[in-house]
């Protein structure tokens, strides 16, 4: 059997080990080296050429986001994740990291009670990333070079063929609902920045992200293009060209009174082993709006959205998904689109056209049907 090779960078020698021995847990992952910075990861990528690399942030000579920017530069495209900590410094840390060119993240356990406890989180959250990223290795060639199937970390041909649903008729929409996991910080920030206007209904994401991290995603996302982006809070009337993303740890829902729509925050349990779910968002937009939805599933592992896809679709909306060359894993999307949900299969970058063409078709309707 092929194995998945791993290459640990981090300065601690504890870290390393203990990353080093979560992953050795798994027979299809093997750690072919190690190294204290960035500077060193750079000599042995070239050495080693291996399928992934795990990358700390604070180090000394070179720290992780340097090393990201350098790797890329010198054209290597494996998967690179994150080893960070859940601070605002590290969540701001790992956010330039993933505009630099890394792939995903994983936080360093904290308030844990054993090293057994610290080996068992280090391999639950990133053994699934890890074979998320790099895909099945078929075969190995010279220099340690694979034949695995790669991340689109560059735009590469759609791999996988399925069918779209025929798309529906010109239907209201009074809301925008987005879900996105592994490689949607950048494919948000892509979107946001390519709208050439104010979205003329309220946006609703939910982001695979942890507490802190999603606060400083929504801050950099409000600097990037005509909408304004915020962390959701608890009871916030819901407005035009306002984009509400869901804060870390929390669902997402939505709640009518009267005229008056609001967001609202639960604690309820994981769905899909995600918290905030969403699924969870979606089924409320489709309780609250009913067909009257534009939902639109990006980058992501998993199948988070398949669920409340199928509930969109029944209510009569439309639903959009990103395609697989564009993304960094087609799971959610690809769970959406494999399942028969998908209206529209696209790149990236025709996302942002395609949302503003719906929503002014959308209003045109709206606009001839006073007249009927």
């Given amino acids: 059997m092929t194995r998945i090779r791993v290459l640990v960078v981090d ?11 979560a992953l050795s847990r798994d027979p299809e992952i093997e750690v072919v080296g190690v190294a ?5 990861a750079q ?22 986001i340097e090393a990201v920017r350098a790797l890329r530069r ?66 190995r060639g010279p220099l340690g070079t694979t034949t695995a199937a790669r991340p689109a970390v560059l735009p590469t041909p759609a791999r996988t063929r399925v069918a779209v649903r025929p798309e529906p008729a010109s239907h209201p929409v009074r809301a925008v609902v987005v879900g996105s996991s592994t490689g949607g910080p950048e494919a948000l920030s892509k979107l ?30 409000d600097r990037l293009g005509p909408a304004h982006v915020v962390e959701a809070e608890d009871g916030t009337e819901l407005r035009p060209g306002t984009v ?18 609001r967001t609202v925050l639960t604690d309820g349990p994981p769905v899909n082993y995600c918290r905030p779910s969403v699924d969870v968002l979606f089924r409320s937009a489709v309780r609250v709006f009913g067909g009257d939805l534009l ?4 980058t992501g592992m998993g199948a988070d959205g398949r669920t409340g896809c199928e509930d969109v679709v029944g ?9 697989e060359a564009t993304s960094v894993v087609w799971g959610m999307p690809g769970a959406v689109a494999t399942a028969g949900f998908a209206h529209r299969i696209l790149p990236l970058m025709e996302v942002a056209p395609t949302i503003e063409r719906v929503l002014a078709e959308a209003h045109a309707g709206e606009r001839s049907s006073r007249w009927v």
């Fill in 74 to 139: 010198s054209g290597h495209r494996m998967p690179i994740v994150m080893f960070s900590t859940l601070t605002e410094r590290g969540a701001s840390a790992t956010l330039d990291a993933l505009v630099a060119g890394a792939q995903d993240y994983v936080t360093k356990p904290a308030n844990v009670g054993s090293v057994q406890e610290s080996l068992a989180q280090v391999a639950d959250n990133l053994i699934p990333k890890i074979k998320a990223l790099v895909g099945p290795v078929r075969s």
């Fill in 11 to 21: 300065d601690s020698v504890v870290v390393r080990r203990l990353v080093t021995d």
């Fill in 36 to 40: 204290a910075n960035g500077k060193l």
């Fill in 295 to 298: 939902a639109v599933v990006l």
């Fill in 192 to 221: 946001l920045a390519a709208l050439t206007t104010p979205p003329s209904v309220p946006v609703l994401v939910v982001q695979h992200m942890p507490p802190v991290f999603t606060r400083q995603l929504a801050a950099r996302l």
């Fill in 315 to 323: 209510a009569g909306g439309t639903v959009l998904v990103q395609d």
């Fill in 244 to 261: 509400h993303v869901a804060p870390g740890d929390r669902h997402l829902e939505l709640h009518r009174r009267g005229d008056v729509l």
């Fill in 43 to 64: 000599s042995k990528v070239a050495q080693l050429a291996p399928d992934l690399v795990t990358m700390d942030i604070e180090m000394p000579e070179m720290d992780g």
